[in-house]
């Protein structure tokens, strides 16, 4: 008995060691952007390393912001990212059911298409864009960055379809004997039920439009209307880069996107654990 009584003491002992050196290879890097960022910029190089600032310093923030038109570029990331959520969450639930729980003819072809677009490299797909918009004159607009979101994502799509499939049919079915139609089954019924599977693929949708580097880098050239993750590059000189702002930057950049987890965590952890789950 004691010896079972050890063997479990270990083999927690080396779990949660697992964990905590999981824990500190992931949160080191923020910790040495937030460290940095209340650093001067030759504290931050100076030799031999440490890691606490050895003068804590809050001029690098205002200096940052002062450095690039940084509250523009933050109005300019919000507004693209807010228009983006609520696409996805307008649209993927209304594709999802209809492929889950309406039986039309070709439905099980096009689920099959939307998940073997997932495989499709975004690199394929790069060129074919930027011409569709440079000829119908949308490049130097928001439209590119935004138009997708009203159309759906494919991983979206399949995590909210297989929540639906989760959903027993027989609650759709009684709802249709009752006189419903299919719209009313799905804001009556299925909505309130995917409540977390959309607060998770809210939150998937937030930090792709809030963090997106490539695609505003493809469609923006104008510099009034860079995202912050665009604006936060000329920072970068040929010659020299004050690291220090660049961190205070970054972190106030990084700030939203962890409040935004820590808000929903508990909705985050519960829409991924009820999808997926059922073919």
């Not at 138009?147 to 494919?154: C, D, T, Y």
């Not at 923006?220 to 604006?231: D, F, Q, V």
Request: glycine share 4%; proline share 6%.
């Amino acid at each position: 008995m004691n010896k079972l009584k050890l063997k479990k003491q270990i083999k927690n002992g080396l779990f949660f060691l697992m964990v905590a050196v999981l824990v500190i290879i992931f949160v080191s890097p923020f910790m040495v952007m937030f460290l940095t960022s209340f650093k001067t910029n030759s504290d931050a190089f100076t030799i031999p390393v440490k890691l606490l600032p050895r003068k804590w310093i809050t001029d690098n923030f205002p200096a940052a912001f002062a450095a690039i038109p940084y509250f523009k570029y933050m109005g300019n990331t919000i507004f693209i990212t807010v228009l983006s959520v609520a696409g996805q969450v307008l649209v993927t639930p209304l594709v999802a059911y209809s492929l889950s729980k309406i039986k039309w003819k070709g439905a099980d072809i096009i689920s099959g298409l939307v998940m073997a677009t997932m495989m499709i490299p975004i690199t394929v797909t790069m060129v074919p864009l930027y011409k569709i918009y440079s000829k119908l004159g949308l490049t130097n607009t928001y439209i590119p960055l935004i138009l997708p979101a009203f159309f759906g994502k494919a991983f979206y799509i399949v995590l909210v379809r297989q929540f639906f499939n989760g959903v027993p049919n027989s609650l759709i079915e009684a709802a249709r004997i009752d006189g419903a139609n299919h719209f009313t089954c799905y804001w009556r019924i299925a909505m309130p039920l995917c409540k977390p599977v959309l607060t998770t693929i809210g939150i998937y949708a937030f930090l792709d439009a809030w963090s997106d580097y490539l695609y505003p880098l493809i469609f923006i050239t104008k510099p009034e209307r860079y995202t912050l993750s665009l604006g936060l590059q000329q920072y970068l000189s040929e010659y020299s880069i004050d690291w220090s702002r660049l961190m205070a930057a970054a972190l106030v950049f990084v700030l939203p996107v962890i409040v935004c987890f820590a808000v929903f965590q508990r909705n985050f952890v519960e829409g991924i654990a009820t999808s997926g789950l059922k073919a």
